[in-house]
């Protein structure tokens, strides 16, 4: 499977940006997907994932109220949605899978893709 993120750029701060992630290659596999992030010099930190259903979600602390995840099978897609952007949500976001849900909140992903830069700044 290979995950190919998009969307990310430069944003002022209190704005909104849309990141999408699609897999290519096996996806007739139920997986789970989700998106972390690494901001230069801290380690990687999940921020929210989705089961294949969409019925369950998890944020992390830091996301909640602000981030929204979502998926379309048909697309083979996933995104994230993020709204009053802050400075410190400045980072590389990855997507990652992987067939177990739990799996992925302990940050063990099956598959990463390359990250796309967020950029929060005036």
């Known amino acids: 499977v290979q995950l190919a993120e998009s969307g990310g750029g430069l944003v002022q701060p209190g704005g909104s940006l849309g990141l999408s992630c699609v897999a290519s290659g096996r996806t007739d596999v139920k997986y789970a997907m989700g998106w972390f992030r690494q901001a230069p010099g801290k380690d990687r930190e999940i921020v929210a994932i989705?089961?294949?259903?969409?019925?369950?979600?998890f944020y992390a602390d830091s996301a909640k109220d602000q981030f929204t995840i979502s998926r379309d099978n048909a697309k083979n897609a996933v995104y994230l949605q993020m709204n009053s952007l802050k400075p410190e949500d400045t980072a590389t976001y990855y997507c990652a899978a992987n067939i177990n849900f739990n799996s992925l909140v302990r940050s063990i992903g099956q598959y990463w893709g390359q990250g796309t830069q967020v950029t929060v700044s005036s």
């Open positions: 989705i089961t294949w259903s969409g019925t369950y979600r």
